[in-house]
């Protein structure tokens, strides 16, 4: 099928907190958007809103490939925005190994699958990836050993990915948001603070990526931190 001409994006974890936020936004700059989720059962979509809900779990390869390749053939792929992320806290002694792997494909694996997926048509659109990373892949993560690592791959791969593609006019962006109120933090034994100004909300991460959309032809924006000003998070209740 011939491709349509309007401007499309794919995003990953898009059923609920940054996903859902970014999809929302990019539905409102005129994207189409398919928003890929494993459940949509409570989210709320406006009437105007463009946005496709797929319906499919990204640790199924097969699948997930199956879908991105039936959306490139068809649409004008533009932006990739890699979000689906876990994350699992605590010692790294207290892990087991499916929790280290769910960690490593999700967070890491996905996004480079994704991308290979999608790249040559990124290359012919002048396309984005921007790749939701996290304020810990700068950092000693002591309490949180896979999920920095996980993080900190994906930020190298976006730095390499830019300057391998850079000639091709693919802008590769990386976000690391600091704490954000969304369920990532649900596997934790701590939570965001109770003050406003002790976490980002995903409508921040979201305007982030409207910002870097509107910069001029000729400037990227390649890594970008958002932080709350405060520091401070909430011991979650033992079980």
């Not at 924006?221 to 209740?237: A, M, N, S, Y």
Request: contains cysteine; hydrophobic residues 35%.
């Amino acid at each position: 099928m011939e491709c349509v001409s309007k401007k499309t994006a794919i995003v990953t974890g898009a059923s609920s907190g940054i996903g859902y936020a970014i999809s929302k936004r990019l539905s409102a700059l005129g994207y189409e958007v398919f928003g890929f989720g494993r459940d949509f059962g409570t989210v709320k979509w406006e009437a105007e809103d463009n946005v496709h809900p797929i319906v499919c779990d990204v640790l199924d390869t097969d699948k997930l490939c199956a879908c991105v390749k039936q959306i490139a053939a068809q649409h004008r792929v533009q932006i990739l925005v890699n979000n689906a992320g876990v994350g699992y806290y605590g010692l790294h002694e207290e892990l087991n190994p499916d929790k280290i792997k769910k960690l490593v494909r999700t967070n890491l694996e996905v996004p480079m699958i994704l991308t290979h997926q999608l790249l040559r048509h990124l290359k012919e659109n002048a396309g984005y990836v921007i790749n939701i990373s996290s304020v810990t892949a700068g950092q000693s993560n002591p309490h949180g050993c896979a999920y920095g690592a996980t993080k900190a791959g994906l930020s190298s791969f976006s730095r390499s990915l830019f300057d391998e593609t850079r000639k091709y006019g693919v802008k590769v962006v990386t976000i690391g948001p600091d704490m954000t109120q969304t369920n990532l933090y649900r596997n934790a034994n701590f939570r965001e603070g109770e003050e406003p100004e002790s976490y980002l909300l995903p409508e921040d991460v979201a305007k982030a990526v409207e910002w870097i959309l509107g910069q001029r032809d000729g400037v990227i924006v390649t890594e970008l931190t958002l932080k709350p000003q405060i520091h401070r998070i909430k011991r979650k209740p033992p079980k």
